[in-house]
């Protein structure tokens, strides 16, 4: 039963969500965890889950406990993620709590992995200790907070993120002789942070050959680097890419079709993955441990992961400006929101043209009416409304953000 909780039983479940964000970009696939705990209505202890193979949440915050000199037993203890019972990096969770003496535990979201799903909660109730999952606001924040998780947890696969930026008039790439952003400094600033808190970077293999990215997350303080995935059909990388020479920062992945031959590609450091389609790609960067994926290819890309499916999220910086002109532009499209961001030529450019996937104009019932008649019905995937959107101003644009999917 999902409970309607107190007020103060309400904040004490924000505190926890605030903390589980301090691990942010340091603990996938681990899920972000916050914990506090609470006795006679005073918070005695808290913690969350902050690197990888370390502490996890619940026993951070019962360490906080004894650092503070307090005793948890009879306590309530507020956490964002149902405790686990299976012993992993770290021993289970459970054990601790049982251990320590905690009354109650009130848990804001579930656990949908197989090796959890519910088994720490009832090895809790076993043990005599009250169990409460939470309903409202912080219940729906614990789960968007960890969709990556979810996601990976529930079908294998990455969450995957699209990002874009363009200008008013639909531009996605500039001019020759014009400057190459489109975003403002801020905009491309949140990006490398939203690069750093992600698994892996994924691009086109004509971004790769028009802009010799690096896809590093700079200015970071993370600890690690995301992976670097290019989508090349046919092992066109080039050997003396910045991305094949900076492997010691970062593993590289080439997604290649059947009949590509990567042989060079994978004597030069790469990791190779054979995919039929994008679906296929996705399913082997899931078994890779990768739970998300930051989409930074371009309309072109993003075309074949929307028809695909397979837009989870999509985040689009809109800059005040016009840039002009009708015919797609190939000029360092990928520096449109924060290097290594952009369309593969020859569908990334202006007037909303590297905005539909190649052979989308085809399909518009208005070009396939027969003359005196009704349009015909357009055969593409049909129009993905999300379930939520926002919008908000970073520096000089537009931020719009929309989710599609809720796992």
């Not at 993620?81 to 021993?91: K, M, T, V, Y």
């Not at 840039?323 to 797609?328: C, M, N, Q």
Request: charged share 20%; aromatic share 4%.
């Amino acid at each position: 039963m999902n409970a309607q909780l107190t007020a103060t039983g309400r904040a004490h479940l924000r505190r926890a969500l605030e903390l589980a964000e301090g691990g942010r970009g340091r603990v996938s696939p681990n899920p972000l965890v916050g914990a506090v705990i609470v006795r006679g209505g005073e918070l005695i202890g808290e913690g969350f889950h902050a690197v990888l193979g370390g502490l996890h949440a619940e026993r951070a915050a019962l360490e906080d406990c004894r650092q503070r000199g307090e005793d948890p037993a009879e306590a309530t203890l507020y956490v964002t993620l149902e405790p686990c019972a299976h012993q992993g990096r770290q021993p289970s969770c459970t054990e601790a709590i049982l251990e320590a003496g905690i009354a109650r535990v009130v848990i804001a979201s579930d656990d949908p992995s197989e090796k959890a799903s519910g088994r720490g909660p009832g090895i809790l109730r076993d043990g005599g200790i009250e169990v409460e999952f939470a309903a409202g606001e912080e219940a729906a924040a614990a789960r968007l907070l960890n969709q990556p998780f979810r996601k990976h947890a529930r079908t294998g696969l990455p969450l995957v993120t699209l990002k874009l930026a363009m200008s008013l008039d639909g531009c996605t790439s500039t001019a020759p002789g014009d400057s190459p952003w489109i975003s403002s400094e801020q905009s491309r600033a949140l990006v490398h942070r939203w690069r750093a808190e992600s698994d892996a970077i994924a691009i086109g293999i004509g971004t790769a050959l028009a802009d010799d990215p690096l896809l590093t997350a700079r200015d970071s303080d993370t600890a690690r680097q995301p992976t670097r995935v290019v989508f090349d059909s046919q092992a066109r990388l080039p050997l003396d890419s910045q991305l094949l020479r900076t492997l010691d920062q970062s593993p590289v992945i080439v997604v290649t079709a059947p009949h590509a031959d990567s042989t060079a590609l994978r004597d030069a450091g790469a990791e190779i993955v054979v995919a039929e389609g994008i679906s296929s790609a996705l399913a082997d960067l899931g078994r890779r441990n990768i739970a998300s994926l930051f989409l930074e290819g371009g309309p072109t890309l993003a075309a074949g992961f929307t028809e695909a499916g397979e837009i989870d999220e999509a985040r689009v910086f809109i800059a005040p400006v016009l840039l002009g002109g009708s015919e797609p532009q190939t000029v360092n499209a990928s520096r449109a929101g924060g290097g290594g961001v952009g369309g593969s030529p020859p569908h990334g450019g202006c007037g909303g043209q590297g905005l539909e996937s190649p052979g989308a104009a085809s399909r518009r019932p208005e070009q396939r009416a027969v003359q005196g008649g009704p349009p015909t019905p357009p055969t593409g995937p049909v129009r993905q409304a999300p379930l939520s959107f926002g919008v908000e101003r970073i520096g000089d644009d537009t931020l719009i953000t929309a989710r599609f999917k809720e796992w």
